[in-house]
Structure formats: structure tokens, C-alpha cells
């Protein structure tokens, strides 16, 4: 049997392994360990996992990643999203469908200092979905709004899934941030048309809430400024070359952390957000460790290069062959979370882009652009169903809101989302133009 029969045979093991609930991690370590064995025998597996761990985990690029869990910690912790959430609504409640666009707004500021999609919906969900509530907004638009939105906590920079893509390509991680910050403001703007159109065709589903005076608007405004201070801190320093991107993580912890306290956060907060921060850094670094070996294994059968070969050769169009990852993407969006999707079909998926012409860009651009894209498509996944973890976060906080009706409101949301990522296939420089001109 070849090597690329024993590799695709091994992946599909793998994901019956998934079919039964096996945990990611488990699956794929499971599967690696077995076609490891299969293709070299057990001393060489053994040989390989003495090293293993060490040469993950000293990577130094990974420490960027319990840095932004625990600023997003903090940030939950230190009172931003109610001052997100106010300085939106004065602005934008007044509005038919204002208070459900406020919070798509404060979704969108809170992702900037998170990075983290579920950890934003919750929290903006505890925070938008009593005033929704109490202006008789429609229930289903008002889950679906909150799930949708908290999808922006991943796409506007820093994000999590951004730095792992980075680390499994070995890519620039300040370039990636800088080019999902246009892609992650078009998808803030495209929900809030979404539930502009929405409220216009049902004008009931979103009443307008009371206008606010000009003294309250600044107030509001003036209350969100350590957000601003943060963000500009992290981001520009990153942008700006003052931090390495570990650097302004390190810097934005601090900074949140310290606005925690002052917001008043205390001991027992810090010890909740420490331990927030290290389970989800474990549940991260298992799941690597078992993507490691079941990529080392891949890469004996030589599958992903073969199969990468093949697409070439096959003569078909290069934006057929991007059609078809983007609707497996959307199919395993159905069944697993968005880390998951990213490193199990990376080392698979990056070589078939990576060996065909999309609009002539070179091997960087095109790098960059598969990993905007790829992240877009892979938090669609977060609002379909049957898993949709977002969904399952917002229905915990509104328990009489059927999940069904909460599945339709996210529709409107998923037709924005649709059109998103067609503008970023055929349009590559939204992506592109600020790496360019930063560059």
C-alpha cells in the first residue's frame, strides 16, 4: 500500500475517531501515533516523542498566546464591555435596530483587546441582552445578533486562530494582524446592514431606542478610553515596530489587568482569570501537540504533497479548487470549533494554495490572503449548525429562546457573512493593501 493510501486512510480514521466524540486532541494523536508506527515502526516513534513537546512548546512565538487569553480575562473582568456597549448604544440606539447594531459595534471594540470569539459573546451577551430584552426586541434577532457578533472577536486583531495559522506556516504574525483589520471592519459593517435591512423588512423585530443628549453621548464616550489606550498601545505597537507582537500582549495584559483592579477586580478575580487563562492554554497546547504528530505522519505518507501535486496537474481552475476548501470549511464548521479546523487542515490545504495562481500574487501575499480568508471562513462555522458554539453560549444566557429561533435570526447574518467572503476572493488587495502600504 502507498504511503498516500496509508495517510488517507489514517485521516479518515481520524475522523470517525471525531464522529464518536473522541476528543481533538486524543484523535489526533491517536491517529498520528498509529501511522507513525504503520510507515516507520515504534522506535522511531519513540525517538520522535522524547523530543516532541520541548521543541513545540520553547517555540518562542507561543507565549503570545496565554498573553492574550489573559487580557481577554482581564478585559472581561474590568467593566470594558459595559462601556463598549454604552458609548455604542448612545450613539446608535436611537435608530431602528440601533441597540442590536450598538452591540455589534461593542462586539467588534471588545474582539480588539480579546482575541478570543467565545469569550466575547458571552461576555457581551450578559451585557446587551437585557437591554434587547427590554425594548421587545424579536428574541430570535436578538440571540442571533449577539452569536453573529461575538464572531468578531476573532476577527479583528489580536486573535488566537491568527497566531497559530502563523506559527503552522510560518508567516509574518504582525503582517496576518494587520491584514484581517479591513476584513474584521467590513464584517462588523456588514451585520450592522444585515439588521438595518432585517428591521426595515420586520419593522417590529427592532424598535428604536430613546435618543440620548449630547452630554450623555460624551460621557459614554469619554468612559471607553482606556479601551482606546489599550488598543492603540497594543495594535500600534505592533504595527508601529515599538513591541514584538509577544511584547504588546505582555504590555496589553498589564494594561487590563490593571484597569481590572481599578474597576474593581480582587483577589479572587485574578486567581479566576489565572486559571481561566491556563485551562484554556492547555486545551490549546494538547491540541497542538497531538496536531504535531499527526502532521509529522502526513508528512512521511507524503499525502498532502501528493495531494498537492495532483491538484495541479488536474488542470482545474484555481478558484474551483478554493471553492471546494471553503465548502469543506463550512462542513467541518458544522462538527468541530474554529482552532480545531485550522490545525487539522493547514498542512493539508496550505500546500494546494500555495502551489496554484490566484491573481498572480506572490508566495507571501497569497500566504497572507489564504489565512484571512480561511479565518473568515472558519468563523462561519462558529453560528452554523448543529454545533455552532456561539449559538450554544447566547441560548445559555436566553434559555427561553428556543435554538431554533436563534438558528433563524443568524441567517441574515450568514448571507453577510456569504457575501464577505466573496469580496475577499475576487478582491485579494482588502486583504492586501495595508501589509502593502505598511510594508
Known amino acids: 500500500m502507498s504511503g498516500t493510501a496509508v495517510g488517507a486512510g489514517f485521516f479518515v480514521l481520524m475522523l470517525v ?8 486532541a486524543i484523535s489526533m494523536f491517536l491517529t498520528g501515533a498509529a501511522g507513525y508506527v504503520t510507515m516507520a515502526g515504534w522506535d522511531p516513534l519513540l525517538a520522535y516523542l522524547k523530543t516532541m513537546a520541548y521543541a513545540r512548546y520553547s517555540v518562542y512565538d507561543l507565549s503570545v498566546v496565554p498573553l492574550f487569553l489573559l ?3 482581564f478585559a472581561s473582568r474590568g467593566g470594558l464591555s459595559k462601556a463598549l456597549f454604552g458609548a455604542a448604544e448612545s450613539i446608535l440606539g436611537h435608530y431602528r435596530g440601533g441597540v442590536a447594531m450598538a452591540a455589534v459595534g461593542a462586539c467588534a471594540g471588545f474582539g480588539a483587546i480579546c482575541g478570543s470569539s ?8 450578559q451585557v446587551a441582552l ?5 425594548l421587545k426586541y424579536a428574541p430570535g434577532l436578538a440571540t442571533g445578533t449577539l452569536a453573529a457578533a461575538g464572531t468578531l472577536g476573532i476577527l479583528i486583531p489580536p486573535s488566537i486562530v491568527l497566531v497559530i495559522y502563523a506559527i503552522l506556516t510560518e508567516q509574518n504574525i504582525a503582517k496576518l494582524f494587520t491584514a484581517a483589520f479591513v476584513p474584521g471592519l467590513i464584517a462588523a459593517l456588514g451585520y450592522m446592514a444585515a439588521i438595518a435591512i432585517y428591521v426595515r423588512l420586520y419593522p417590529g423585530s427592532g424598535p428604536a431606542g430613546e435618543r440620548r443628549s449630547a452630554s450623555e453621548r460624551l460621557r459614554a464616550l469619554l468612559d471607553v478610553w482606556p479601551v482606546l489606550l489599550i488598543f492603540v498601545t497594543v495594535i500600534g505597537g505592533i504595527y508601529g515596530g515599538v513591541f514584538t507582537p509577544t511584547e504588546a500582549a505582555a504590555v496589553g495584559s498589564i494594561g487590563t489587568g490593571v484597569l481590572a483592579v481599578l474597576k474593581g477586580m480582587r483577589l479572587g478575580g485574578l486567581l479566576d482569570c489565572i486559571y481561566a487563562t491556563a485551562e484554556a492554554t492547555a486545551m490549546i497546547f494538547l491540541i497542538l501537540l497531538g496536531a504535531d504528530l499527526l502532521n509529522v505522519f502526513l508528512a512521511l505518507s507524503q499525502m498532502p504533497a501528493e495531494l498537492a501535486v495532483w491538484v495541479q496537474g488536474s488542470g482545474l481552475p484555481a478558484l474551483l479548487v478554493l471553492a471546494a476548501i471553503i465548502l469543506i470549511y463550512v462542513f467541518l464548521g458544522c462538527v468541530m470549533d474554529s482552532l480545531s479546523m485550522i490545525l487539522l487542515t493547514i498542512p493539508i490545504f496550505f500546500p494546494i494554495i500555495m502551489g496554484l495562481n490566484f491573481w498572480g500574487l506572490n508566495p507571501t501575499d497569497k500566504a497572507i490572503w489564504f489565512g ?16 455552532g458554539m456561539n449559538v450554544y453560549i447566547i441560548n445559555s444566557l436566553a434559555r427561553d429562546v428556543p435554538m431554533s429561533e436563534t438558528f433563524r435570526g443568524i441567517v441574515p447574518f450568514l448571507i453577510s457573512d456569504a457575501l464577505r467572503v466573496l469580496l475577499l476572493v475576487f478582491f485579494p488587495g482588502l486583504s492586501l493593501f495595508l501589509v502593502r502600504l505598511m510594508g
Open 17 to 24: 475517531l471525531l464522529a464518536l466524540r473522541v476528543p481533538i
Open 71 to 73: 487580557m481577554g480575562n
Open 372 to 387: 484571512i480568508l480561511a479565518l473568515m471562513v472558519v468563523e462561519i462555522g462558529l453560528i452554523t449548525p448543529p454545533v
Open 130 to 134: 437585557p437591554e434587547l430584552r427590554r
Open 118 to 125: 467565545l469569550a466575547t459573546a458571552a461576555t457581551m451577551g
